[in-house]
């Protein structure tokens, strides 16, 4: 699997800080397929031990009458191994899938303005719409400005906007008459995370 690099980031248009952040989570996660890959790479290892075991009982049984239960054993032992290296190769699939796709998603959140203070609260909240990015020859996210505006619409309250001064601030919520708004998603989400990570502490959103 190739290596995610700065140069590659940079050539994405992310800028430094962002490269630092992405970079730290992409190693993490390699950190993570590596270990699991080293242990069952052992494990698959030990299936040549059973195949060559497997090979010698037939030799025996087709010299005199075997043991069919120990031949059986054999058989069996060497099927699991098979299905568990298989389920391993498949979960590390999902994984690098799953890494490339969050990569992705980070990219487009940013790209369409949320503060990079809530990308995190977005990618948590969002396991669906990331699961369901699909990606063209290029490695470009298929429909991505359908997912753009999707992502601008649902959490406007995270999008940020540059003022004549150059100062970055949060949209304000619309007008409505003196009425109560009803809170919006991105709203909820906010006010859920700050109480996991604080309580029930007062928490003021940047």
Do not use: C
């Amino acid at each position: 699997m190739a290596s995610l690099t700065r140069k590659f980031l940079e050539a994405l248009g992310i800028e430094e800080k962002v490269q630092d952040q992405i970079i730290e989570r992409h190693n993490e996660v390699l950190s993570d397929i590596k270990s699991e890959r080293d242990k069952y790479k052992a494990d698959a290892e030990g299936k040549d031990e059973i195949q060559k075991q497997l090979d010698e009982l037939k030799k025996k049984q087709s010299e005199k009458d075997g043991e069919p239960s120990e031949l059986e054993k054999v058989k069996k032992d060497l099927a699991d191994k098979t299905a568990e290296y298989e389920k391993y190769k498949a979960d590390i699939e999902a994984k690098e899938t799953k890494a490339k796709k969050e990569t992705a998603f980070r990219k487009l959140l940013k790209d369409a303005g949320i503060s990079e203070k809530r990308i995190d609260i977005v990618v948590k909240a969002s396991p669906n719409e990331i699961e369901s990015i699909a990606f063209d020859k290029e490695g470009n996210i298929k429909d991505s400005d359908k997912l753009t505006a999707s992502v601008k619409e649902t959490w406007a309250d995270f999008v940020v906007t540059q003022q004549q001064g150059g100062a970055q601030v949060q949209n304000p919520p619309a007008g409505n008459g003196g009425d109560t708004p009803k809170p919006s998603r991105a709203a909820e989400l906010f006010k859920q995370h700050a109480a996991e990570m604080y309580g029930n502490k007062t928490t003021k959103e940047d």
